[in-house]
């Protein structure tokens, strides 16, 4: 199932019934169904659903290493990609000690991604951690008992969120009463939506119907629907609806923060796939 440049290597399958693209004498089969080259993650989760779907699949990579540009790559690959020629220093230590990520990326405990390689079975070979928390930058004002304060830990339990400086005493409830709508919402049933349409209102709408405070919106869109800017507003509110519900359920898979990171770098999703 694995090709590197110029050196035939046979490895695992992906075939649920144990198809091999190479021969057991290590020859490579004549004909096959398809053919990806490169082993991003895209990639990777191509070929992985075209094989369980039990298509006899040839995978290419130029490289070396897989993971194509979301790679994790050891020191020695690292200095072979930006410092052609050279060696890295001795006192960085051996390979083993590094896995640099090229693009790292968080992802969302339930998110799709983690459902595809939940039904691709790759997840079976990868070690994941869950992040200890998250953190949103807002200005708070010094008390007499207390320091200016600009970083907050956005609440992961109702804990935390009767702890949170985020949001005064009166503004809480508020929000526990719209995070529950979030969590009640579904796209199909129409009761559970409270007369909120998700083409036909805004989020700034939603908003408003909870009566929630502008720092309130500010942290709900920024740091839960993780919004780039303030757009968002006044456009339909359904897509934010979905992003907050993705939110609040990552956080209840593990607890602590939504985002899980594979302990072995981002390069693991695809290495998962040539265990």
Not at 142 to 165: E, M, N, W
Not at 184 to 189: I, P
């Amino acid at each position: 199932f694995w090709l590197k440049p110029r050196v035939l290597k046979p490895a695992r399958s992906s075939k649920p019934n144990g198809a091999s693209a190479f021969a057991s004498s290590g020859a490579m089969n004549d004909e096959y169904d398809v053919i990806v080259c490169g082993t991003g993650l895209k990639e990777c989760i191509l070929s992985g659903l075209l094989s369980v779907h039990g298509k006899k699949v040839l995978h290419l990579d130029r490289n070396n290493y897989y993971g194509g540009e979301c790679a994790s790559l050891n020191i020695t690959n690292l200095w072979q990609k930006f410092r052609p020629g050279t060696e890295p220093p001795k006192e960085l230590g051996p390979n083993r000690d590094w896995n640099i990520d090229l693009i790292p990326k968080f992802i969302m405990a339930s998110g799709d991604l983690v459902k595809i390689l939940l039904k691709t079975k790759v997840s079976r070979y990868l070690e994941w951690k869950c992040c200890e928390g998250t953190y949103v930058y807002q200005y708070q004002e010094a008390g007499f008992f207390s320091d200016a304060k600009y970083i907050h830990k956005v609440p992961a339990t109702a804990q935390d969120g009767l702890k949170s400086p985020l949001m005064g005493i009166l503004e809480k409830p508020r929000f526990i009463n719209f995070a529950k709508f979030i969590m009640d919402w579904e796209d199909d049933k129409p009761a559970t939506q409270q007369g909120i349409n998700p083409r036909g209102h805004t989020m700034k709408q939603v908003y408003d119907k909870f009566g929630l405070q502008e720092g309130t919106v500010d942290f709900i869109g920024h740091a839960v629907a993780l919004q780039i800017n303030d757009e968002y507003l006044n456009k339909a509110c359904g897509p934010t609806i979905a992003k907050c519900k993705l939110y609040l359920n990552s956080v209840l898979t593990y607890g602590g923060s939504p985002f899980i990171y594979p302990i072995y770098g981002f390069w693991g999703p695809p290495g998962g796939v040539f265990p």
